[in-house]
Nanobody
């Protein structure tokens, strides 16, 4: 079992920045591929970003590419999502997930473990 706990969500104004962190236990983040997903009110959960087990590759949704950066901190055993130039449409509950694969899936179904989410609200 892998336990994931997100933190860092909050309220920011459009154009601002926020850093989300996902603390993992049960496994080292270096041993799993990890991803970030988000779910806005009334919408399905969507892919945001993913990072491979070794952090050698990353993938981003087109909507966040150039604004968001996913990374792993192997010392703190966290996966992070730096979000810059936030837009109101980024408002959602953000979830981190872990997959027992080498490469990171870009679909939610590819992940084995999920955190409870941290809400992000971007005001205009």
């Amino acid at each position: 079992q892998v336990q994931l706990v997100e933190s860092g969500g909050g309220l920011v104004q459009a154009g601002g920045s926020l850093r989300l962190s996902c603390a993992a236990s049960g496994r080292t983040v270096s041993s799993v591929a990890m991803g970030w997903f988000r779910q806005a009110p009334g919408k399905e959960r969507e892919f945001v970003a993913a990072i491979s087990r070794s952090s050698g590759s990353t993938s981003y949704a087109d909507s966040v590419k150039g604004r968001f950066t996913i990374s792993k901190d192997n010392v703190k055993n966290t996966v992070n999502l730096q979000m810059n130039s936030l837009k109101p449409e980024d408002t959602a509950v953000y979830y981190c997930a872990a997959a027992l694969t080498w490469l990171p899936p870009i679909s939610a179904g590819g992940y084995n473990y999920w955190g409870q989410g941290t809400p992000v609200t971007v005001s205009s």
